[in-house]
């Protein structure tokens, strides 16, 4: 990486920023929620990118973990507890329950343990519907209060739209901070080369256990978010389609790719809305438009970037053999 | 001298197949053992039993004295016991130095401190210096998959020395490797032997690189060990010659 690089990817992070906060000062209320959702749904997909896209691990359950922390939100804050008890809950829980989960993975890959974690999904939904006493069915949970985070109450919708955004830049940082830590090197390996991981001592039953938990307990925090949100929940958002669309968010932004999930969930939450002008055929569009994209590139948007990047690398590298080659040869 | 390696009667079956019928040997602290044999004839199977790669069906396995038939292959490595690939089992998509680091870095600290200590597990300068060593030092940044083959192999290589083993077990180094790299491999493992202490069991086709390289031969035939002894005992071995050339 060039000094020059390194500055232009800084400058664009700030620009990026500095967008994200200003633009949606005069968005309505609709925008905004959005736009909220939009950071919300991105938390749980940089989840999933780290079980899928990172460890290599398949997961249809994604969308259950939103559930989980969403519910434990909506109850406990109904109850008048803080939303940081339920935070802590909703990640301890689905810690829990993801490392669990984790086991299949274990034994069986691929889309046997998508088959797996798609029956989680499943169990979790009922469990939602069925268990009326605990999440009252399917009259769901309304009044969900808003929180005051250090003071400012965050019941209008822009001071709740940072509410989001800054818990997605505290994820993201975590999440940096993770994938660059030898644990992050411990999943690539997992995913990658599982028998040589083993052989080079590293505990790849940990790790697996490791991706899916701290993945699921992200599915958890985006949950918590999504309760105070939209305010009234129901066990419809977190069926199957919403694990779905979590995959599809890490697939297209470009699995394994740090921002993949920040583009991912912005064509799955915002395309749609941009495309409503075309009225009836906006999901037509939408769906043809992903489909062209993974023909194109099968590792997603960042995958273009990526193979691009790469060409003018090993052109430049190959042009610098070359000098040196004839360096050497014209060297007396 | 201690016996880094005692293995005692393996056995591994598959179905029917006898792949490896009762094979007894130990291995010297800073010897280096050649394994030669015709192919199928079990010195794969034989490295993943001792490995725990593989359960054996029969027998037992003991490093430094101590039994391990049974244990993980991670909690081996752990142990000092390292191994390099036939196939290539690289990382491809981390740089040369990253597959370094990733090679060293679960031999030290706990989980924790391999979470909020720094990046690079304080390895940087181990795998430079393996880097220099293997003569990689133009590819340190490099994704892996992008080497050669024989540059790839160097790498497989590398990475097993990476977390200090005692004793490394390796399967084909020399396999698809050019010549002037051939010489550069066998000099840096019999540096590495010299300077470490490291005992090394290599399984291998060439025979002019075994037959230098090592300071005893163990040949194996169907399954069996059929001869073992010095260089040139082995190469005198008239059931040697016969396994080898007779089929």
């Known amino acids: 990486m060039t000094a020059a690089g390194k500055y232009w990817r800084i400058a664009i992070g700030v620009a990026v920023i500095a967008a994200l906060i200003i633009v949606p000062m005069n968005f309505n209320r609709y925008g905004l929620f959005i736009l909220s959702q939009w950071a919300v749904m991105t938390i749980a997909a940089m989840g999933l990118n780290l079980t899928l896209g990172y460890a290599g691990q398949v997961s249809l359950a994604q969308g259950a973990f939103v559930g989980i922390g969403a519910y434990a939100a909506a109850i406990m804050t109904t109850q008048g507890m803080p939303l940081i008890a339920a935070l802590g809950v909703a990640i301890v829980l689905c810690f829990a329950i993801g490392w669990i989960l984790g086991y299949p993975a274990l034994r069986v890959q691929h889309h046997y343990l998508a088959f797996v974690t798609l029956a989680f999904s499943t169990l979790a939904f009922l469990v939602f519907r069925n268990e009326d006493w605990l999440t009252k069915g399917i009259y769901g949970i309304s009044n969900i209060p808003r929180p005051n985070v250090l003071g400012f109450a965050t019941s209008r919708p822009l001071p709740f739209y940072y509410f989001c955004l800054g818990s997605l830049g505290v994820v993201s940082l975590a999440m940096w901070w993770l994938i660059r830590s030898p644990w992050g090197r411990a999943f ?11 052989s080079l001592g590293i505990d790849t039953r940990r790790y697996t256990l490791m991706a899916f938990a701290i993945g699921s307990a992200l599915g958890g925090v985006a949950g918590t978010l999504y309760a105070p949100l939209t305010q009234y929940i129901d066990p419809v958002p977190f069926n199957l389609s919403l694990s779905l669309d979590l995959l599809m968010m890490v697939i297209v932004g470009g699995s394994g790719f740090f921002f993949g999930p920040l583009l991912g969930a912005m064509i799955a939450v915002l395309l749609p809305e941009w495309l409503r002008f075309t009225q009836g055929y906006y999901l ?6 992903v489909m062209l994209l993974l023909i194109y590139s099968p590792s997603g948007i960042l995958g273009i970037l990526d193979r691009y990047l790469t060409e003018r690398r090993t052109k430049v590298a190959s042009a610098l053999r070359a000098v040196t080659k004839s360096r050497l040869e014209t060297a007396p | 001298m201690t016996a880094v390696l005692e293995v005692s009667n393996i056995k591994k079956s598959f179905g029917g197949i006898k792949a490896v019928d009762g094979v007894s040997f130990d291995v010297q602290e800073g010897e280096i053992l050649g394994l030669i044999g015709p192919n199928g004839c079990g010195k794969s199977t034989l490295f993943n039993c001792i490995l725990g790669q593989l359960t054996p069906t029969d027998g037992e396995v003991k490093i430094d004295g101590k039994i391990v038939t049974g244990l993980r292959p991670s909690e081996l490595n752990r142990l000092g016991v390292s191994r390099t690939f036939q196939l290539l089992q690289v990382f491809p998509k981390l740089s040369v130095r990253e597959n370094l680091i990733l090679a060293g870095q679960e031999h030290q600290g706990n989980m924790v401190s391999r979470l909020f200590g720094p990046s690079d597990a304080g390895l940087s300068a181990a795998a430079d210096q393996m880097i220099g060593f293997f003569k990689l ?4 940044t490099e994704a892996a998959g992008g080497l050669s083959y024989g540059q790839q192999k160097l790498l497989d290589a590398a990475m097993a020395f990476m977390g200090g083993p005692r004793l490394v077990l390796l399967d084909e180094p020399a396999g698809g490797v050019n010549l002037t790299m051939l010489g550069d491999l066998k000099e840096r493992l019999a540096a590495i032997n010299r300077e470490k202490r490291a005992t090394f ?14 300071t005893r031969v163990m040949v194996m035939a169907e399954g069996r060990l059929l001869a073992m002894g010095t260089p040139s005992e082995v190469r005198a071995n008239p059931a040697v010659i016969e396994a080898y050339l007779g089929h």
């Open chain 2, 201 to 214: 069991v290599v399984i291998e086709h060439n025979m002019e690189f075994v037959m230098s390289l090592c």
């Open chain 1, 188 to 198: 690539v390996a997992l995913r990658e080369n599982p028998v040589r991981a083993l």
């Open chain 2, 137 to 140: 030092d133009h590819l340190a």
């Open chain 1, 284 to 289: 037509m569009l939408y769906a043809v438009a």
